[in-house]
Each structure stands twice: as C-alpha cells, then as structure tokens.
C-alpha cells in the first residue's frame, strides 16, 4: 500500500489506550496483523480477534490514514501501518487477516506466504478461479494455515442444518434454494465495478455457493441470468445487482440462489432444503442469522429447531467470524486444517467461473474440476 501523501511514516505508533482483556493460557498466542480498515474490519474482524481465544490484535494496515487510525484507536492496537509490504517485513505477527477489496487478495496472500505469515482472507478468494489456482498451488508448498473467510458455516443454523442431513432426519438431499438480499446503495462503499470483484456473486454469492458446495457436492453445471438495474441511477457502477443461478447435480439434486443488491431494505437471508422425507427451512433470518429454523419432517405442519437459535431475542447481531477466528487459531496450534479450507474456496471460484460464462452465453455451463 502506498504512504499518504502528507508525508506521514509508513508505520505509526498510537498512544496505549486502556489495557487488553486477559487472553486464555494453554495455547500458542496467535499475534495478528489485520490489513484493510473497512467496514467489515471495523464492525466484524477487529471485535473477533480481540475477543477470540488466543488470539492478539497487535497492528493494522490501511491506506486510509484516517480509517486505519480509528480501527487501531476503537480496538487499543498501537502500531499502525500505510503500507503493506513495510508491515509484513516488521510486524511481529505469526498471522494476517485480509479484508481489502477483492480484486487484492491474491497478490496480498502470495506477499504474506512469501513472508511466512498464515492468512485467513476474506471472501471471494479471488475474482477468477485461476488466481485462485496459482495461489493454492503457492500454499501446497508452504507449512501455513490459509484459508478463505465463510462465517455462515459456524451459525447455529447451518450446524443445525449439517446435522439434520447427515443423520437422515430428511431423507436423501435432492434440492433447495436461497435467496439473499443486502443493501449495496451506500455511498461509503467503493465503486461497484466488476473488475473489483464488487458484483453479487463475487460478494455475498460466495457464502452460498460455498454453503452449497459443503451441503450438495460440486455440481455438473449451471445456469444464470444476470441483469445490471442500477435503481439509484449511481455513476461509476456496471455490475449485475440482480443474478438468479440453478446449480444441476450429478446425481439429479437442484439448488436455486437469487441473489438481490436491488432493495433499499434491511438485508435478509431465507433457505430452504429438501429432502426425500421432509425439508428444512430457514425463514426470514435478520439480523445475521439470530432467528430459529424449522424442520418439516412430516406433513403436520413446521416443528422448531431450538438449537438453532442464537439465544439473542434483542435483534442484535451476533459475530459469527469469532467462532471461525477461533477455529483458525487452533488449526494453526495443532497444524490441522480448518473448517474453510482453501480447496473448498478454490472450488467455489471455478464454479463462480461457470456462472458468469452462463450468463454470458445464455446457456446451462459445464462445471470443469
């Protein structure tokens, strides 16, 4: 990242504010360096590494002077980077947690390899399954932990959904559907260009197809459409905001996902999953995944899952990227693999790959492996 141009240091040491909370014993710490001080770094990523289990937010790193500051300053970090490579050569981290724009996370995850740093980077992992490719390829020759960002997979409700299907409770699995819609019509968010990566599928998209991919398997091909509405009229904007996708299964199975930046309106997530005996079904889930699902098992009517909710009845937002943040730091103790690994991610590109060809072309795609 290039220094601002005030002529400030690259590296920048903040008054110490009040102390740490006590991190737990019987571990290795694991010392972060958190890279891109948006929004999802200040409401999500920062809160998570500071409250995770042997865990430490030791320095960010942003372009932004004014951003990286105010990320440091709310989470008592003192050392503050404006630039990258400055940062990964004197930082004394043994992780990175990237959450810059999407078009950046390849070449940031192959500069914190080469530095021997282990990386959880937030999704997508990259905007085109060869990046991807070339970045897996560059992990299988090192000893770190990296992985791609999918929080959904720690909620109450997916566990509870996992469980339901393996243990037979609905049958064998043949189909489903997802429909996800989040508000994008914000002028604090970078301009929403396909060559960042800032479409749909490449944003949100990827927690579903990933989810999907856990769920279902690799699927044999797809199909899209994809429509471009624009309804605020914004300059500096040539995305799809509308993408409706069907992911076909070799063995039959079907999984439908719409995908909706349109709505001037809160954001929602609603699934549904069917199987040969009954089905489950996640309402309405704001806010983030806090609401119970249900299962139908049988033709009487919908039964409560209890386990699947949060617990919180205030409507206020749980941090799903703690439980995955401590996940992370104990593959990185115990040198195993976390719950995202980066094949699954990697899987999830080229099936992204597929889906924009589809909605190129106007046809079903074949999914290559």
């Given at each position: 990242?290039?220094?601002?141009?005030?002529?400030?240091?690259?590296?920048?040491?903040?008054?110490?504010?009040?102390?740490?909370?006590?991190?737990?014993?019987?571990?290795?710490?694991?010392?972060?360096?958190?890279?891109?001080?948006?929004?999802?770094?200040?409401?999500?990523?920062?809160?998570?590494?500071?409250?995770?289990?042997?865990?430490?937010?030791?320095?960010?790193?942003?372009?932004?002077?004014?951003?990286?500051?105010?990320?440091?300053?709310?989470?008592?970090?003192?050392?503050?980077?404006?630039?990258?490579?400055?940062?990964?050569?004197?930082?004394?981290?043994?992780?990175?947690?990237i959450a810059t724009p999407h078009h950046l996370h390849v070449d940031m995850c192959l500069k914190a390899l080469a530095a021997n740093k282990h990386i959880l980077c937030e999704k997508p992992l990259g905007i085109h399954s060869a990046e991807c490719l070339r970045l897996l390829d560059a992990v299988k020759k090192s000893d770190r932990v990296t992985c791609c960002s999918n929080y959904r997979l720690f909620t109450n409700q997916f566990?509870?959904?996992?469980?339901?299907?393996?243990?037979?409770?609905?049958?064998?699995?043949?189909g489903g559907w997802a429909h996800d819609e989040e508000n994008y019509y914000n002028p604090s968010n970078a301009p929403l260009r396909k060559e960042l990566g800032m479409s749909p599928i490449l944003g949100f998209g990827f927690y579903l197809l990933n989810l999907s991919l856990v769920l279902f398997g690799m699927p044999s091909e797809v199909f899209a459409c994809m429509s471009s509405c624009n309804c605020d009229h914004q300059p500096d904007y040539?995305?799809?905001?509308?993408?409706?996708?069907?992911?076909?299964?070799?063995?039959?199975?079907?999984?439908?996902?719409?995908?909706?930046?349109t709505a001037k309106a809160p954001l929602r997530h609603a699934y549904q999953f069917y199987g040969s005996k009954g089905r489950i079904y996640w309402p309405e889930c704001p806010p983030h995944f806090n609401s119970p699902i249900y299962k139908v098992a049988h033709p009487n009517g919908y039964e409560e899952i209890p386990e699947s909710f949060s617990g919180d009845t205030r409507g206020v937002r749980p941090n799903w990227h703690l439980p995955m943040i401590e996940?992370?730091?104990?593959?990185?103790?115990?040198?195993?693999?976390?719950?995202?690994?980066i094949e699954s991610a990697v899987k999830t590109a080229v099936i992204t790959d597929a889906i924009i060809k589809s909605a190129a072309s106007g046809r079903a795609e074949k999914v290559t492996a």
């Open positions: 990242m290039p220094t601002p141009s005030n002529g400030s240091m690259s590296c920048h040491t903040a008054p110490a504010a009040s102390p740490r909370h006590e991190f737990q014993a019987g571990g290795k710490m694991v010392r972060w360096l958190l890279v891109g001080p948006g929004d999802i770094a200040h409401n999500r990523v920062a809160p998570a590494l500071c409250a995770a289990r042997n865990s430490q937010l030791v320095a960010v790193c942003g372009r932004s002077p004014k951003r990286a500051e105010s990320l440091a300053r709310a989470n008592n970090v003192s050392t503050i980077y404006y630039d990258y490579d400055q940062a990964l050569a004197e930082a004394d981290v043994d992780a990175v947690y566990k509870t959904t996992y469980r339901l299907i393996q243990d037979g409770t609905i049958g064998d699995l043949v040539d995305i799809d905001d509308l993408e409706n996708i069907i992911l076909r299964y070799p063995n039959g199975a079907q999984f439908s996902i719409i995908l909706n930046m996940d992370f730091v104990r593959a990185v103790q115990t040198n195993t693999s976390p719950l995202c690994t």
